[in-house]
C-alpha cells in the first residue's frame, strides 16, 4: 500500500546563469550550476526513493516542469505557478492527495532520510513543523492540514534573516508548532567555504559535469 505522506522537493530548473546566482558571484556561473546540480541529483537520491513517502519535485521556471527531464531522475514533477515563495508554498500541497506533505529546500546538501522522517514524526501530533537555517529562513516546512489560505504567508520577508520569524507570526495562535533540525543552506561562496569546512570529504568532491540546458 502507497503511504499517504508527501515530500515535495522545491527547486529551480538547473539552467546556466539562473540557479544560485548570489553563489555565482563568487565562484562564476559554471561552477555554481554544477554545484546545485550536484546537490539536487545527491537529494534525490538520498530521499526520492524512500518508501516512506512519495517524493514529487515542484519545480520553476513552469515551461521545464515537464517530466522525462534529466535532472528530475524519474519523479513526478509539478510546476510551482507564479507569485512569491509563500504563495507557490502554498499552492502546491493543495494539488497533492490527501496526507501530510512536508517541503524542503533543493540546495541543503546536508538533508537525509532521517531529517524528513523526523519532521513526519512531529506531524503526527503538530499542526506544522520547521527546519530551521542557520540564516534566519528554513530549509524544511510541514503541514498537516495541507489547505491553506495563500495569504498566510504573504507578509513573510523571504531571504532576510527574519524569514522563519515572520512565518511564525503569521501562523494561526491554535497551531501547535514544532522545529526540528537546524541546517546550513549554501547562499553564496563564503557558505560554500564554511560548508567544505565542517565536511572534510567534500574538500576533495567533484561534481559531475554539466550540460547547461
Same mark, same amino acid.
Given at each position: 500500500?502507497?503511504?499517504?505522506?508527501?515530500?515535495?522537493?522545491?527547486?529551480?530548473?538547473?539552467?546556466?546563469?539562473?540557479?544560485?546566482?548570489?553563489?555565482?558571484?563568487?565562484?562564476?556561473?559554471?561552477?555554481?550550476?554544477?554545484?546545485?546540480?550536484?546537490?539536487?541529483?545527491?537529494?534525490?537520491?538520498?530521499?526520492?526513493?524512500?518508501?516512506?513517502?512519495?517524493?514529487?519535485?515542484?519545480?520553476?521556471?513552469?515551461? =521545464?516542469?515537464?517530466?522525462?527531464?534529466?535532472?528530475?531522475?524519474?519523479?513526478?514533477?509539478?510546476?510551482?505557478?507564479?507569485?512569491?515563495?509563500?504563495?507557490?508554498?502554498?499552492?502546491?500541497?493543495?494539488?497533492?492527495?490527501?496526507?501530510?506533505?512536508?517541503?524542503?529546500?533543493?540546495?541543503?546538501?546536508?538533508?537525509?532520510?532521517?531529517?524528513?522522517?523526523?519532521?513526519?514524526?512531529?506531524?503526527?501530533?503538530?499542526?506544522?513543523?520547521?527546519?530551521?537555517?542557520?540564516?534566519?529562513?528554513?530549509?524544511?516546512?510541514?503541514?498537516?492540514?495541507?489547505?491553506?489560505?495563500?495569504?498566510?504567508?504573504?507578509?513573510?520577508?523571504?531571504?532576510?534573516?527574519?524569514?522563519?520569524?515572520?512565518?511564525?507570526?503569521? =501562523?494561526?495562535?491554535?497551531?501547535?508548532?514544532?522545529?526540528?533540525?537546524?541546517?546550513?543552506?549554501?547562499?553564496?561562496?563564503?557558505?560554500?567555504?564554511?560548508?567544505?569546512?565542517?565536511?572534510?570529504?567534500?574538500?576533495?568532491?567533484?561534481?559531475?559535469?554539466?550540460?547547461?540546458?
Amino acid at each position: 500500500m502507497r503511504p499517504n505522506r508527501h515530500l515535495v522537493i522545491f527547486a529551480k530548473a538547473p539552467v546556466l546563469g539562473q540557479v544560485k546566482r548570489r553563489l555565482a558571484g563568487g565562484i562564476g556561473a559554471v561552477a555554481a550550476l554544477r554545484f546545485y546540480r550536484s546537490t539536487l541529483t545527491g537529494l534525490i537520491r538520498r530521499v526520492g526513493r524512500d518508501r516512506r513517502w512519495n517524493c514529487w519535485l515542484a519545480v520553476t521556471p513552469d515551461r =521545464l516542469a515537464r517530466p522525462g527531464q534529466s535532472w528530475s531522475h524519474g519523479l513526478p514533477v509539478l510546476p510551482q505557478g507564479t507569485g512569491d515563495l509563500g504563495a507557490r508554498m502554498a499552492r502546491v500541497p493543495r494539488r497533492l492527495p490527501p496526507g501530510p506533505a512536508v517541503i524542503i529546500g533543493s540546495d541543503i546538501p546536508a538533508i537525509e532520510s532521517a531529517h524528513v522522517a523526523r519532521a513526519f514524526v512531529l506531524l503526527n501530533r503538530h499542526d506544522a513543523v520547521f527546519g530551521p537555517a542557520a540564516d534566519g529562513g528554513y530549509w524544511l516546512v510541514g503541514l498537516h492540514n495541507r489547505r491553506l489560505p495563500f495569504r498566510l504567508f504573504s507578509k513573510v520577508r523571504w531571504s532576510t534573516a527574519d524569514a522563519l520569524a515572520d512565518t511564525l507570526a503569521g =501562523l494561526p495562535s491554535r497551531w501547535r508548532i514544532a522545529c526540528c533540525d537546524n541546517l546550513h543552506d549554501i547562499d553564496d561562496a563564503d557558505g560554500l567555504a564554511a560548508w567544505r569546512n565542517r565536511s572534510p570529504a567534500m574538500k576533495k568532491a567533484s561534481p559531475a559535469g554539466v550540460r547547461p540546458l
